[in-house]
């Protein structure tokens, strides 16, 4: 009997893993494939995300084996450099192999405590009052009180669940690829300037080129060198000598969302939820965003602290930030057509890209650092997530390691009091805060602000539920009296 069985081992539900195995629930996770992808595909990690690795402790391992480059023309493709001043601590792209984030976080799941099975693919479930039955491929039926599709845009899941997938079907389809190619740079820059906004061969380590080239029809074939060779003629006019190809793919622009994230105890996440084309790079960014968001409500549901509205939060927080992205994944698409209504609102869009303010918003929309959650009336920072301080232990960011709630307190004079085994407490009067006080959830979200005790009770209850007697946990008796 497990507390939780995740189906699918990529980003998602490896990251999933290691947040509940922070609050100690049994986890199992399921992947059908019997090895890790050993195809080496580039991925970028956004502002957010980084963010989210820096308050679990993983960022520095997976900045040994990525490459910084300079936050900007995520939008479309548009050339404008990063506005300035954006506030956050890691504001850059960290570009780094997709097998290599994978196994980072698989690694750290599993040293949480998490299981792993290679080779196991669901076949069916069935759920009741007390948990649900999952049936392998192979026959084993496991029993877990919650299951998790993490299992990719085909997810068995939400097909065996039921759940509706509304959106476009993809009306194009585009090639990506990495490979050799036989002729010298001057000759493919004067062949791919100018061509089409999705049409690009760019150099990508020793002999070796991306090359990203509208694909000829439709398919649900695999992608082959022949493939690209035949796209690249239809697009330039020749096939630029590509060879030794070292991976190969293919994906469309359909764009859908699930439309539920929960039945029952059956939840959804990443692409299960929701798939849309790769404009601005948000695919692995999004899934990895909603295992923090799921993670410690579903461990506190498991552990028997959740209050009754918590888990539903989930949906209804993490359902309308998907309808944003597909939303500006579709402006995206539409702005890199060569018809002349796009590509006269792609040179508008340019112009006002110019506006700090303009570029802001958009890059802010694309990093998810100008994510607010609807927490009710309050401050601005209310619902949005707050940057990695100076504070006097270090860095904020360091102190939610463990996946725990956080009060930051200038006061001196507040307290977690019976939520102090689910909520840390640093009461730090030089923390570069604004206001007295704020209540931070496992996510860095913040839930509270103030220097009201009882309305900072409130607010605990709301979100950590009802305070255990004599409960004793985290460092606050450590820190809160630091000077």
């Not at 957010?48 to 820096?54: F, G, I, K, W, Y």
């Not at 190809?245 to 105890?265: E, H, I, M, N």
């Not at 996510?443 to 220097?451: E, F, N, P, R, S």
């Amino acid at each position: 009997m497990f507390d939780v069985i995740i189906a699918g081992c990529g980003p998602t539900g490896a990251m999933l893993a290691a947040e509940l195995r922070l609050h100690d629930v049994r986890v199992l996770v399921l992947e059908k494939q019997t090895e890790p992808v050993s195809f080496v595909r580039i991925v970028g990690l956004h502002i957010r995300s980084l963010e989210l690795m820096a308050m679990r402790g993983l960022l520095d391992r997976l900045l040994e084996h990525g490459r910084r480059r300079p936050a900007g023309a995520y939008f479309a493709a548009i050339d404008k450099p990063a506005p300035p001043a954006i506030e956050s601590a890691h504001a850059y792209l960290l570009g780094i192999p997709q097998p290599v984030i994978v196994r980072i976080l698989e690694e750290h799941a599993i040293h949480l405590g998490a299981q792993v099975r290679r080779g196991a693919a669901v076949a069916g479930f069935e759920q009741d009052d007390e948990g649900v039955t999952v049936e392998l491929a192979a026959g084993e039926q496991l029993r877990a009180r919650y299951l998790v599709g993490c299992d990719g845009g085909r997810s068995i899941v939400r097909e065996l669940l039921g759940v509706g997938f509304p959106g476009e079907p993809s009306r194009t389809e585009t090639l990506m690829g990495e490979m050799e190619v036989g002729v010298p740079p001057e000759e493919i820059a004067a062949k791919v300037t100018g061509i089409h906004q999705s049409f690009s061969i760019q150099p990508f380590g020793e002999k070796v080129h991306r090359v990203v080239v509208p694909a000829v029809g439709l398919s649900a074939e695999p992608a082959t060198l022949d493939d690209f060779r035949q796209a690249l003629h239809a697009i330039a006019g020749t096939d630029f000598g590509v060879h030794a190809p070292r991976w190969l793919s293919r994906f469309g622009d359909a764009t859908r969302l699930a439309d539920r994230y929960r039945v029952g105890r059956v939840l959804l996440a990443g692409d299960a939820a929701h798939i849309h084309p790769p404009a601005g790079g948000q695919g692995l960014n999004l899934g990895v965003q909603d295992a923090v968001n799921l993670g410690w409500k579903l461990a506190a549901q498991v552990r028997g602290w959740a209050p009754d509205s918590l888990l539903d939060t989930y949906q209804a927080e993490r359902h309308p930030v998907a309808e944003e992205v597909l939303d500006n994944t579709r402006a995206q698409v539409a702005l890199s057509s060569t018809e002349p209504g796009p590509r006269a609102l792609r040179r508008l869009l340019t112009e006002l890209m110019d506006f700090d303010e303009v570029n802001r918003y958009l890059l802010e929309k694309i990093t998810a650092i100008g994510l607010r959650y609807d927490f009710g009336d309050g401050p601005d920072l209310l619902g949005r997530r707050l940057r990695d301080l100076e504070v006097a232990q270090g860095r904020l960011y360091d102190l939610l390691h463990h996946g725990r709630g956080l009060l930051l307190d200038r006061t001196g004079r507040l307290t977690t009091g019976g939520w102090s085994d689910r909520v840390d407490h640093l009461a730090d009067p030089t923390a570069a805060l604004e206001v007295p006080g704020v209540l931070l959830r496992p996510d860095g979200h913040v839930a509270w602000i103030g220097d009201d005790q009882r309305d900072l009770d409130d607010h605990l209850t709301h979100w950590f539920g009802e305070p255990a007697s004599g409960a004793v946990g985290g460092f606050d008796d450590v820190v809160q009296d630091l000077p």
